[in-house]
């Protein structure tokens, strides 16, 4: 997990860490781990009400690491209590419960100047994005983004039933704003690749649509953005890999969905070259 200090309210700063990290080669093929990230601007981090470990329990820690072997990547450092950059600008900024999962973010309503400084971030963000994928397209044509998240599955508490298999796959595969009709071949690709993995000593649930839809900022922008060339593919892991409650990893398990996330890069590259 990333480096942190701490502001002595439990909120993690950490001045020195840069917004986001971006590694980029000769692949068309691009991870992202935009929720994995833990900072807080140190302007907004004292009128946060949530403590360290509630934050920790919305964010998606470790799919930085499980992005981490793809030649593409962008890894997002700082967390979306700040500014979920998986939302459209206007709902970006957690200001009422029921844009967070019913939680009460703030013990005070940041000012209008700090909202602005979050929002310039999300505009950042996605310009910097276009900059990379308009590199991407002009190197290789066409190009698939892995949008990697994770999801809760024990929101009742640690000692509760988990939520039933049926409504939680292990990994959902979210194609919402996506035209199938030109990209389906490679939800079906993704799907089996992930399907046949030994992944924690099994073989997962694999399912599209069903916990999520794909319905978030960055898949819909790419494929406005980039509607001849580029797929986004949001790709949710259940928290099998952690214990959500505790944040404790499970590494083995990480270690296999990142084995298996580098695998895929060469069968998707390949696929890419046969649609030339």
């Known amino acids: 997990m990333s480096a942190r200090t701490n502001d002595g309210e439990g909120k993690r700063i950490n001045e020195n860490k840069g917004f986001w990290t971006i590694d980029f080669g000769g692949s068309p093929i691009v991870g992202t781990a935009i929720h994995d990230g833990h900072q807080i601007r140190p302007d907004v981090a004292g009128l946060i009400a949530l403590s360290d470990e509630q934050c920790l329990r919305e964010e998606d820690p470790f799919t930085g690491e499980m992005i981490a072997g793809l030649t593409n990547r962008i890894v997002v450092h700082h967390s979306r209590f700040e500014v979920d950059l998986n939302r459209a600008a206007d709902q970006a900024v957690y200001l009422r419960p029921e844009q967070s999962w019913g939680l009460e973010v703030w013990k005070e309503q940041p000012s209008e100047q700090a909202i602005s400084h979050s929002l310039d971030f999300h505009a950042d963000y996605y310009a910097m994005l276009e900059s990379v994928l308009s590199a991407v397209e002009r190197r290789h044509g066409a190009f698939v983004v892995l949008d990697v998240h994770s999801y809760n599955h024990r929101r009742q508490g640690a000692s509760a039933p988990p939520t039933a298999q049926a409504e939680a796959p292990d990994i959902n595969i979210g194609t919402f704003s996506m035209d199938r009709s030109r990209w389906g071949d490679v939800v079906s690709i993704v799907g089996r690749h992930f399907a046949s993995a030994t992944i ?20 819909r922008f790419i494929h406005e953005r980039f509607p001849e060339n580029g797929c986004a593919i949001a790709i949710e892991f259940k928290k099998f890999f952690m214990d959500e409650w505790t944040g404790e990893p499970d590494r083995r398990v990480i270690a296999d969905i990142r084995d298996t996330v580098v695998s895929l890069q ?5 696929f890419l070259r046969s649609r030339r």
């Not at 099994?202 to 839809?213: H, I, K, P, S």
């Not at 060469?266 to 390949?270: A, G, H, I, K, N």
């Open 266 to 270: 060469p069968v998707l590259e390949d």
């Open 200 to 219: 924690g000593g099994r073989r997962l649930d694999v399912r599209e649509n069903v916990a999520f839809q794909g319905k978030g900022e960055q898949t």
